[in-house]
């Protein structure tokens, strides 16, 4: 049987700094035709030194021109279509020997879309890329065009089957979207595909999601709403725009249209795991979480399913560590830790560096008492650290649950210090008292970074913790030139006394914020005494350490100053909001009620402080409504009065779901750090 040739066809424009990447994988191919529609860099010179056919055409706001212009060249008898900002992951001897012995017309591929460097951060779906070389198939569409149409229209939809291949998309990438304006360009294409075509449902699903990545999410919602009523139910993209219009839902808080909408779809869909776990989530927010443990329950089962892999858009750990952890948060929350830790354990089964499970199940065993040295040579045989990623993922838990001791007694041979989890060690050294020790560090450290490409956000916050460490040991710090070290080298001369008063200095652009920025770092590494210091510089800062003790669980000595700067009239932002938090939880909620209401007058739009006041009242009611049953000893369990009680509970559960309130970690609740 003779060998089939295979072509690789791409539209480029200006796309030099990607197109190496894409060709490389691509070695081997018999024949590259690229269409390049205007590039100004090297893209054209790029690709010629790969061998490739190079085609100039004028851009026409028309993708599948570009593309047929293109296939009009082929001189192979596969084309295989790819994107600049793409690589190919099968090798194409793999796809050489699929071709030799199928009869089929045409392949699937697997795009894996990142949106982010974490596994998480990715979307699965299927397109189709590979297909035979007849002047019939020709792709159509302005934007987001595809060939399939044609092929099927000639062979039928059986001539199409799915592959193993699998391609690296690169351009959902913030930064690649940022840099090549991609949302802009697509909302201007669709959008004059649809003034051509007003009723074609693809394009008014496509425009649909170029709202959301804008930010738009009502006019998305209204497109999705029309599409989805009028759309035929066998097209391929229908599962994937119920998807979205719930994501669009879950993020308006419409959790009754999610309700409504899945409690018909997932008939449809009942295979579909991301369906399964949006419903959680609605459920979740509404405070029923055994609904929500069902629901995640669903979609962890359809693991082992038989759907096909291609059947749906999909994204990462949908059916394993994403609903296997939210079941592991729920059974926390109902106080079976034993449990939560399992289903914590599963989640990293199959996906190891998962950091809100990684995160779960040491804050479980830590609730469990289990000594946080335990915990860290747990998440270390969990994570073994010969990677970068595994060693910060440690790092970054163990820190998250003020296991501050367990960091500073680490084999620096299996963690050194390194770009990411620098921060985080010193922090734990100076907080364990091993001050000279993240000194020395620190200025070896810092003379590392140097150069023109040196993070400068890092070296700020080096210089911070190399202050504080001074301070700390009673040293004082050197006059420097450099803007930021001047800024702390006049901080450092008030705490000496060698300055009367810091007033000549707060006018400065960015003093006064830094010296609120050394506060929160002082307290946060328990320097007590240094953020106390600090705050004396000026009496606005004495604000700055209240709401930064209440932050790290220090609730007494918060508690002091709230009521000083109450006293005083001085109470303003956030510590409004504080002191409104800490009335709340002690069953003041009249006296909540009105510090959560100054707030809102200052600040309308604070959520937080609305929920919290909204909280209040329903407190206050559910208590009225108490004493009057309490008062006619009322104990018809289906009367009125006891029925607006558990109306008013439910609702309270509803907004506690909401993340209005202060979080501390089971240690700060704890009161501190302990071996």
């Keep these: 049987m003779n060998t089939p040739t295979l072509g690789v066809h791409l539209i480029v424009k200006n796309e030099a700094e990607l197109l190496p990447r894409c060709l490389e994988s691509l070695a081997g191919a018999d024949e590259i035709v690229v269409v390049d529609t205007g590039s100004t860099d090297d893209s054209v010179a790029i690709a010629r030194t790969y061998g490739a056919k190079v085609l100039l055409r004028e851009w026409a706001d028309d993708f599948s021109e570009a593309r047929n212009a293109g296939l009009s060249a082929a001189g192979t008898d596969w084309l295989l279509v790819m994107d600049a900002d793409e690589i190919l992951k099968t090798p194409l001897q793999k796809i050489i020997e699929l071709l030799r012995e199928t009869k089929a017309e045409a392949f699937t591929v697997d795009i894996e879309n990142w949106f982010g460097s974490r596994p998480e951060e990715r979307l699965n779906h299927r397109l189709v890329r590979l297909f035979r070389n007849r002047q019939e198939y020709r792709y159509s569409g302005k934007i987001h065009e595809g060939v399939d149409a044609a092929i099927i229209s000639k062979q039928g939809v059986y001539a199409i089957q799915d592959s193993d291949i699998g391609v690296v998309h690169f351009g959902y990438l913030p930064e690649m979207m940022a840099r090549k304006n991609k949302i802009s360009r697509n909302e201007h294409l669709l959008r004059l595909a649809l003034a051509q075509q007003p009723e074609d449902d693809f394009y008014s699903y496509n425009l649909a999601v170029t709202c959301c990545q804008n930010g738009n999410l009502e006019e998305a919602e209204q497109l999705l709403r029309q599409t989805v009523s009028r759309a035929p139910l066998k097209v391929s993209y229908r599962p994937a725009m119920i998807r979205d219009l719930c994501k669009i839902y879950l993020a308006l808080g419409k959790m009754s249209e999610i309700d409504a909408l899945l409690a018909r779809e997932l008939q449809r869909y009942g295979d579909y795991p991301d369906l399964h776990f949006i419903q959680g989530q609605s459920w979740e927010s509404q405070g029923l979480p055994e609904r ?49 830790a399992r289903y914590f354990h599963r989640s990293l089964q199959h996906y190891s560096l998962y950091a809100p499970a990684l995160l779960g199940i040491a804050a ?253 009242y329903l407190q206050l009611a559910r208590l009225g409504l108490e004493e009057v049953v309490e008062s006619i000893k009322e104990d018809d369990p289906h009367s009125p009065l006891l029925e607006d009680i558990a109306a008013i509970r439910n609702s309270m559960a509803i907004l506690n779901r909401t993340p209005w309130h202060t979080q501390w970690s089971y240690r700060q609740r704890q009161g501190g750090t302990t071996p």
Excluded at 304 to 327: A, I, N, W
Excluded at 594 to 599: A, K, M, P, R, T
Aim: overall charge negative.
């Design 292 to 340: 929500a443990f069902q629901s995640y329950q669903q979609a962890a089962a359809l693991c082992d399913s038989s759907t096909p892999s291609g059947k749906y858009v999909r994204e990462q750990g949908m059916c394993t560590f994403r609903p296997l952890h939210r079941m592991g948060v729920l059974s926390q929350e109902l106080g079976q830790l034993e449990e939560a």
């Design 364 to 616: 479980a065993f830590q609730r469990l008492a289990v000594p946080d040295n335990d915990i860290a040579a747990l998440l270390v045989q969990l994570v073994p650290p010969e990677q970068a990623a595994a060693r910060t993922a440690v790092i970054t838990t163990l820190f998250a649950i003020g296991a501050y001791e367990a960091i500073a007694g680490l084999s620096q041979e299996s963690f050194p210090l390194e770009r990411d989890t620098l921060v985080s060690i010193l922090s734990a050294w100076i907080i364990a008292g091993k001050v000279q020790e993240a000194e020395n560090a620190l200025k070896e450290h810092k003379a590392s970074l140097s150069g023109e490409n040196v993070d400068q956000e890092l070296l700020k916050q080096l210089w911070k913790l190399e202050a504080i460490c001074h301070w700390e040991m009673g040293k004082r710090l050197l006059d420097v030139s450099e803007p930021f070290h001047k800024k702390m080298y006049d901080i450092d001369q008030l705490l000496s006394h060698k300055r009367a008063h810091p007033s000549e200095l707060t006018a400065e652009p960015g003093f006064a914020p830094l010296i609120t920025t050394l506060i929160e770092l002082s307290v946060k590494l328990q320097r007590y005494g240094l953020a106390a210091s600090l705050a004396e510089l000026s009496p606005a800062h004495t604000a700055d350490l209240a709401a930064a003790l209440y932050e790290e669980g220090r609730l007494k000595e918060a508690g002091e100053l709230f009521i000083d700067l109450a006293r005083d009239k001085r109470a303003e932002g956030k510590v409004l909001f504080y002191i409104g938090e800490m009335l709340f939880d002690k069953g003041h909620y009249s006296e909540a009620a009105g510090w959560f209401q100054q707030l809102l007058e200052e600040a309308p739009g604070n959520e937080a402080a609305r929920i919290g006041l909204s909280l209040c």
